[in-house]
Nanobody
C-alpha cells in the first residue's frame, strides 16, 4: 500500500485546510486509514481515523469538534477537513493505513505510512 498525503499549507488562525491521502496498491474495505501529526520537539500523535467503509470514525479530543474525516472509496482517497485552525495545530501531518479494522489510535496499529505534509498556523 502506497500513501500520498497532500493539502498542507500555511494559514492564519481560524482558517481551514483539507488534507487528502491517496492510497494505491492493495486496499480493502476493512482497512483503517489514520491521520497523525508531529509538532517540533513532540512525539507523533493520533489525529483522526476512519475505516474505509466509513462507519467507524475516531478523533483526538484536541480536534474533535473542528475536524471531519471522510473516505472516497471510488478514488481510494481519505480527506481530513480541519476548521478553526489554531497555532497548536502546526505540525507535519502523516497519513497511515492499517490492515486492521476499528478505532485505531496507536502508531503501532498502522503498518503503512506516507510522507508528511506540513501544516503551519500563524496567530
Amino acid at each position: 500500500v502506497q500513501l500520498q498525503a497532500s493539502g498542507g499549507g500555511s494559514v492564519q488562525a481560524g482558517g481551514s485546510l483539507r488534507l487528502s491521502c491517496a492510497a494505491s496498491g492493495r486496499t480493502f474495505s476493512t482497512m483503517t486509514m489514520g491521520w497523525f501529526r508531529q509538532a517540533p520537539g513532540k512525539e507523533r500523535e493520533f489525529v483522526s481515523g476512519i475505516v474505509w467503509g466509513g462507519l467507524t470514525r475516531s478523533y483526538a479530543d484536541s480536534v474533535k469538534v473542528r475536524a471531519t474525516i471522510s473516505a472516497d472509496n471510488a478514488k481510494n482517497t481519505v480527506h481530513l477537513q480541519m476548521n478553526n485552525l489554531k497555532p497548536e495545530d502546526t505540525a507535519v501531518y502523516y497519513c497511515a493505513a492499517s490492515d486492521r479494522s476499528g478505532s485505531l489510535t496507536s502508531e503501532r496499529d498502522y503498518l503503512y505510512w506516507g510522507r508528511g505534509t506540513q501544516v503551519t498556523v500563524s496567530s
